[in-house]
């Protein structure tokens, strides 16, 4: 059996999909992207009349979309540092990878206590965002 874990201070899915699932000791999130949970808005996105990308910032994405797992962990019991797996999806590598990481450097500065991680260049994801996480956290007894 399961909890599921919908956390009000991050974006709704975009699907039918609650934000977590608690099973044990483990809390599994579903893909969270980066819009703005107050707006829904993607920060740094500008686009053409048709709602095609233009332009977009990721740094800003990112910085979102890690707000909005912290979100979906408070809301679950569990803190940042209890993340052990992470898996990131990037709509452009090659342009994006650097910044992404930057970003996650600051937000885990010391290699030894950060999760693992995984970073996949796909195509597109299934709203105009340019980053997507999937995590695991093991919660503390």
């Known amino acids: 059996m399961s909890d ?3 956390a009000g201070a991050a974006p709704r899915p975009v699907g039918a999909y609650p934000h977590a ?3 044990g000791s483990l809390l599994f ?3 969270i992207g ?3 949970p107050r707006t829904n808005a993607i920060p740094g996105n500008e686009l053409y009349a048709d709602g095609r990308v233009r332009r977009y910032d990721i740094e800003a994405q990112v910085r ?3 707000s ?3 979100a979906v962990l408070d809301a679950s019991g569990a803190n940042w540092e209890d993340l052990v797996d992470v898996t990131v999806y990037l709509t452009d590598m090659l342009r994006d990878f650097q910044s ?3 970003v996650w450097a600051e937000h885990f500065p010391d290699p030894d206590s950060a999760p693992c991680r995984t970073t996949v260049g796909i195509t597109a994801l299934p709203t105009p965002i340019a980053i997507e996480l999937k995590c695991v956290a ?3 007894e």
């Open 138 to 140: 093991a919660l503390k």
């Open 68 to 70: 909005n797992v912290r």
């Open 4 to 6: 599921v874990i919908l």
């Open 34 to 36: 980066p819009r703005d």
């Open 64 to 66: 979102m979309v890690f």
């Open 21 to 23: 699932r608690r099973v």
């Open 100 to 102: 992404y990481n930057a």
């Open 29 to 31: 999130l579903s893909g």
